[in-house]
């Protein structure tokens, strides 16, 4: 462990206890699904030269790691988002970042999964 900030998943626990939903394993499926083909996304739209776009996905992305309490991949999305929003990161820089991301999923996925 330790890439994941077990006070969201705490949370998370206690408002699925209220609700009488796993919202936790929900939530962590819905993650896994989507995270490549948000990483893919990234990819392509990189490739294209659409930034705002890519902006936009890498906010997405930050928000549904936090809301997991992934920080790592949190922290390299809101990297590229800010980057991106001024004007601070060229094309190879953003390359470097999504492999940084791509790079970290697995082991959070598997520490996700083992909680």
Known sequence: MGLIEMKAIDNLKEIGAKTGKDLVGVLIEMYRNSVPQSIESMRNLLESKDFESLGREAHSLKSSSANLGVSVI????????IGILK?????????????????????CLDELTNL
Not at 74 to 81: A, D, G, M, P, Y
Not at 87 to 107: A, V
């Open 74 to 81: 949190r922290e390299v999305s809101k990297k590229i988002e």
């Open 87 to 107: 004007n601070e990161l060229d094309p190879e820089q953003i390359k470097s970042l999504i492999l940084e991301i791509e790079k970290d999923l697995p082991q």
